[in-house]
């Protein structure tokens, strides 16, 4: 079955950084899309950002543009989010996506939190 399991979060000070991991198993890893989303405290889930199957393609959400990388290493079926010069609002759980052509899927999330 299809198992996403997010690592990395913790705390930070503004302007630190961070590694997130999604490790995935149960489907074929380089065949999709994977997708980094976030949902903040009394906020609505968010997408942070995607690469393509092969990694050739990434986008961002304008608010993390410039700062939050994304990236995949299909030899070890694993997605990274590095995340550098972090933001109090950056606060938030973070969680790997997966879409197979039928449903989502998603990690349990890891929470990031930046504060002093």
């Known amino acids: 079955q299809v198992q996403l399991v997010e690592s990395g979060g913790g705390l930070v000070q503004p302007g630190g950084s961070l590694r997130l991991s999604c490790a995935a198993s149960g489907f074929t890893f380089s065949s999709y899309v994977m997708t980094w989303y976030r949902q903040a405290p009394g906020k609505e889930r968010e997408l942070v950002a995607f690469?393509?199957?092969?990694?050739?393609?990434?986008n961002y959400a304008d608010s993390v543009k410039g700062r939050f990388t994304i990236s995949r290493d299909n030899a070890k079926n694993t997605v990274y989010l590095q995340m550098n010069s972090l933001k109090a609002e950056d606060t938030a759980v973070y969680y790997c996506?997966?879409?197979?052509?039928?449903?989502?899927?998603w990690g349990q999330g890891t929470q990031v939190t930046v504060s002093s």
């Open positions: 996506k997966v879409h197979n052509g039928f449903k989502d899927y």
């Open positions: 690469i393509s199957s092969l990694g050739g393609s990434t």
